[in-house]
Each structure stands twice: as structure tokens, then as C-alpha cells.
């Protein structure tokens, strides 16, 4: 009944684009079905942790809210649709009508903060507006949700009580440190507005973890990849856009000699450390930030090589398509590559998949759904 309501909303705003009536529509039903499923949930009286995952419909929170869901926790999404898809909820809206509930709302409103913690045990936020590129097209937009959203969050949390915070940072925040690998307590200066407005949300957990007693644990993002990455837009990816461009036989621009390299790091792998920092109960891992990644860099050029030969197994064509070279991008790090030692040593991290094994199960879902 929801997904119904939700989908029919969505239509209409991609019709209309009226997204105020459409998400009048969307948020009047959940929250009608939301009132269902709380009567249910008490009638079989299911004892269980209630988790908010803010930007739950976007290419990670959407992955986050799948995993708890199928083991057994009851969910709450926020999310505004401004980046994230209504499609990556709807099947999770009809396989778990009791557990899961959508809030229409945007995390620079404070109010629709504090009505999501309500009753919520722990937060996961990974709403947020990421890409270097926007974030210097765009400054103010991206300070807005990055920074002033994020500060609502973390009112709304130690307002609401909630147990701990767990937060999307990211390997940007290295800005122009040279050091490899990276290393938690050795960072540079940013080198766009994107890297600034991640390095100040872990400045505002520390401080809400010293001065309000706030459980907090920051997971800086290595180019995480996988299933429902959105190949499309002007802000893509560069794996998912990759994949588009060689799946139509067109080539991918590599910016710059390809030799630059990034610690790609699988869905999965994100998934498990979240999931780490949620239930550790070590008391010096937490008010922490951990490297997210699995510990090993690719190039450009080897990223493409890989595409080019995974691809090729669906349509040998494939393997023919040429590759070409564009400039270097504004604000890009030459090379990234992560220690886990921390990751490992505090929260007993040991990550699954390694960059070629991620890639492979990537590939195969974005053949499927292209």
C-alpha cells in the first residue's frame, strides 16, 4: 500500500514537476501506512533496535537500509529525493511493510530532524551533497546540507537521546597530504569546498562528543562502488559512468595520463564497517574516525582495463572500444590510498571483497539493470 502511494506521487511529480503536491502525496500515505505498521508491530509486540538512516535513498543508505532490514531491525529512511531514487525503496517498501518507514524531509530543516529520531536508537547519516565538481560549481549548496544539515542531525540525536552517531566523512578531507597510505591522524588542506564541509562535520562530532557526552564514529568513504550507484547525471562516478559508456560502446574519459589511483572500495565492505561501528561495544573505538576502505589502490588505467575485460564476457565488443584522455580535474588528489590498521585493530575490521572482486559482482548487477 505504500510503495503504491510513494510510486504513484513520484509519477506525478516527474509529470507535473510539482515535487510540493507529489511529496504531499508521498509523505500523507506513509505516514497512513506508517500507522498500520505501528499497530501491527505491537499486536505481534516484535522487540527490536529502531535505526535512522538519513539519505536511505541514495546509492550507500539505500544498501544500509536493505542489510538492516533483512536482519530484522525496523527502519526509518530520510531523505528529500534530491539525489537519491524512489526506486531504490520501493521493493524494500513492499518486502517489509511492518519494519520500514519513509519520511519525506530534508536534513536543513530542523524539524524534520527531530521528527525523524523520534524513538530512534541509533543514526546512520549519509545524507549529504557529495562530488568535488558540484561542490565547486555550487558552494553554498553543498555548505547548506553538508555542514548546516549535518548540524541538525547531530542536535536532533543528543536532543532525542540516541545511543550513538555513526556518519559518512570522506577520504577528501586528506586534501594535499602526499603521505601514503592514509593515515587518521595525518590529513592536508582541502582542496575543495566538498573536502571542507566533510572535515567540519567530523570537527562537530568531536565537539558534541566532548561537550554533550555524544557517541559518535565518523567512516571517511574510500570511492566506494557497487550495486545502485546511478551511472547517470552530470555528476556520476567515474565506475558506474565507465560502465555506461563501454555498455554503449562509447569511450570513457580518463582525466589525465590515467595513472592517477584511488582506493576503490566495495558496497559491501561499507556495509560490514558500519555495521562495526554500530555494535561495538570497545570503548576506545568510539568518538573515532575510521578509514573506510579495503587497503589497496588501482589506477585509472587499470580500473578501465578491468571494465573493459569484465564487460567483455557480456559483449565481446567490448574489449575493442578506445580509450581517451581529457585533461586533469579541478580539486582531484593524485593518489589515495587507505590504512585500515585502525579500522582493524579497534573495530576488528577484515574487509570481504578486494577492488576486482567488488568490480566483478558490480558489473554483473549493472548488466541486469542498465
Same mark, same amino acid.
Given at each position: 500500500?505504500?510503495?503504491?502511494?510513494?510510486?504513484?506521487?513520484?509519477?506525478?511529480?516527474?509529470?507535473?514537476?510539482?515535487?510540493?503536491?507529489?511529496?504531499?502525496?508521498?509523505?500523507?500515505?506513509?505516514?497512513?501506512?506508517?500507522?498500520?505498521?505501528?499497530?501491527?508491530?505491537?499486536?505481534?509486540?516484535?522487540?527490536?533496535?529502531?535505526?535512522?538512516?538519513?539519505?536511505?535513498?541514495?546509492? !550507500? $543508505?539505500?544498501? +544500509?537500509?536493505?542489510?538492516?532490514?533483512?536482519?530484522?531491525?525496523?527502519?526509518?529512511?530520510? =531523505?528529500? %529525493? *534530491?539525489?537519491?531514487?524512489?526506486?531504490?525503496?520501493?521493493?524494500?517498501?513492499?518486502?517489509?511493510?511492518?519494519?520500514?518507514?519513509?519520511?519525506?524531509?530534508?536534513?536543513?530543516?530542523?524539524?524534520?530532524?527531530?521528527?525523524?529520531?523520534?524513538?530512534?536508537?541509533?543514526?546512520?547519516?549519509?545524507?549529504?551533497?557529495?562530488?568535488?565538481?558540484?561542490?565547486?560549481?555550487?558552494?553554498?549548496?553543498?555548505?547548506?546540507?553538508?555542514?548546516?544539515?549535518?548540524?541538525?542531525?547531530?542536535?536532533?540525536?543528543?536532543?532525542?537521546?540516541?545511543?550513538?552517531?555513526?556518519?559518512?566523512?570522506?577520504?577528501?578531507?586528506?586534501?594535499?597530504?602526499?603521505?601514503?597510505?592514509?593515515?587518521?591522524?595525518? !590529513? $592536508?588542506?582541502? +582542496?575543495?569546498?566538498?573536502?571542507?564541509?566533510?572535515?567540519?562535520?567530523?570537527?562537530?562530532? =568531536?565537539? %558534541? *562528543?566532548?561537550?554533550?557526552?555524544?557517541?559518535?564514529i565518523g567512516l571517511r568513504y574510500f570511492n566506494v562502488f557497487g550495486r545502485r550507484q546511478d551511472p547517470f547525471g552530470a555528476y556520476a562516478a567515474v565506475i558506474p559512468l565507465f560502465v555506461k559508456k563501454l555498455m554503449a560502446h562509447e569511450s570513457p574519459i580518463i582525466n589525465g595520463?590515467?595513472?592517477?589511483?584511488?582506493?576503490?572500495?566495495?558496497?559491501?565492505?561499507?556495509?560490514?564497517?558500519?555495521?562495526?561501528?554500530?555494535?561495538?561495544?570497545?570503548?576506545?573505538?568510539?568518538?573515532?574516525?575510521?578509514?573506510?576502505?579495503?587497503?589497496?589502490?588501482?589506477?585509472?588505467?587499470?580500473?578501465?582495463?578491468?571494465?573493459?575485460?569484465?564487460?567483455?564476457?557480456?559483449?565481446?565488443?567490448?574489449?575493442?572500444?578506445?580509450?581517451?584522455?581529457?585533461?586533469?580535474?579541478?580539486?582531484?588528489?593524485?593518489? *589515495?590510498?587507505?590504512?585500515?590498521?585502525?579500522?582493524?585493530?579497534?573495530?576488528?575490521?577484515?574487509p570481504e571483497y578486494n577492488m576486482y572482486e567488488g568490480l566483478k559482482e558490480a558489473v554483473r548487477w549493472y548488466w541486469n539493470h542498465i
Amino acid at each position: 500500500m505504500s510503495s503504491k502511494y510513494i510510486s504513484t506521487g513520484w509519477n506525478l511529480f516527474k509529470q507535473t514537476h510539482k515535487w510540493s503536491f507529489a511529496q504531499k502525496i508521498i509523505k500523507d500515505n506513509c505516514e497512513i501506512c506508517s500507522s498500520f505498521r505501528n499497530r501491527s508491530i505491537n499486536k505481534i509486540n516484535k522487540i527490536s533496535m529502531k535505526i535512522l538512516v538519513t539519505g536511505g535513498a541514495g546509492f !550507500i $543508505g539505500s544498501n +544500509l537500509c536493505e542489510h538492516l532490514l533483512a536482519h530484522e531491525y525496523h527502519v526509518v529512511c530520510l =531523505d528529500n %529525493f *534530491s539525489t537519491g531514487k524512489i526506486e531504490n525503496l520501493l521493493p524494500l517498501l513492499n518486502q517489509y511493510p511492518q519494519a520500514f518507514r519513509l519520511q519525506v524531509g530534508d536534513i536543513r530543516n530542523l524539524t524534520d530532524c527531530k521528527k525523524a529520531v523520534e524513538g530512534v536508537d541509533y543514526v546512520f547519516h549519509e545524507a549529504a551533497l557529495g562530488s568535488v565538481p558540484r561542490s565547486i560549481k555550487d558552494p553554498v549548496l553543498t555548505n547548506e546540507v553538508n555542514i548546516s544539515g549535518f548540524l541538525n542531525m547531530l542536535i536532533a540525536a543528543r536532543d532525542a537521546g540516541v545511543k550513538r552517531f555513526m556518519y559518512a566523512a570522506s577520504s577528501s578531507t586528506y586534501g594535499d597530504s602526499k603521505s601514503l597510505p592514509k593515515v587518521e591522524d595525518v !590529513i $592536508g588542506k582541502p +582542496l575543495s569546498p566538498y573536502a571542507v564541509t566533510k572535515y567540519v562535520n567530523e570537527l562537530y562530532a =568531536d565537539v %558534541f *562528543s566532548r561537550t554533550y557526552g555524544m557517541e559518535t564514529i565518523g567512516l571517511r568513504y574510500f570511492n566506494v562502488f557497487g550495486r545502485r550507484q546511478d551511472p547517470f547525471g552530470a555528476y556520476a562516478a567515474v565506475i558506474p559512468l565507465f560502465v555506461k559508456k563501454l555498455m554503449a560502446h562509447e569511450s570513457p574519459i580518463i582525466n589525465g595520463d590515467g595513472e592517477y589511483s584511488r582506493d576503490f572500495t566495495y558496497i559491501d565492505n561499507v556495509i560490514q564497517m558500519n555495521m562495526l561501528a554500530m555494535v561495538t561495544t570497545n570503548p576506545d573505538a568510539v568518538n573515532q574516525v575510521y578509514n573506510t576502505a579495503y587497503g589497496e589502490r588501482t589506477t585509472l588505467n587499470q580500473l578501465t582495463g578491468y571494465l573493459k575485460e569484465l564487460l567483455s564476457e557480456f559483449d565481446p565488443a567490448i574489449a575493442n572500444v578506445e580509450i581517451q584522455h581529457g585533461p586533469n580535474r579541478l580539486g582531484d588528489i593524485p593518489h *589515495s590510498l587507505a590504512s585500515i590498521d585502525k579500522a582493524r585493530t579497534l573495530l576488528g575490521y577484515v574487509p570481504e571483497y578486494n577492488m576486482y572482486e567488488g568490480l566483478k559482482e558490480a558489473v554483473r548487477w549493472y548488466w541486469n539493470h542498465i
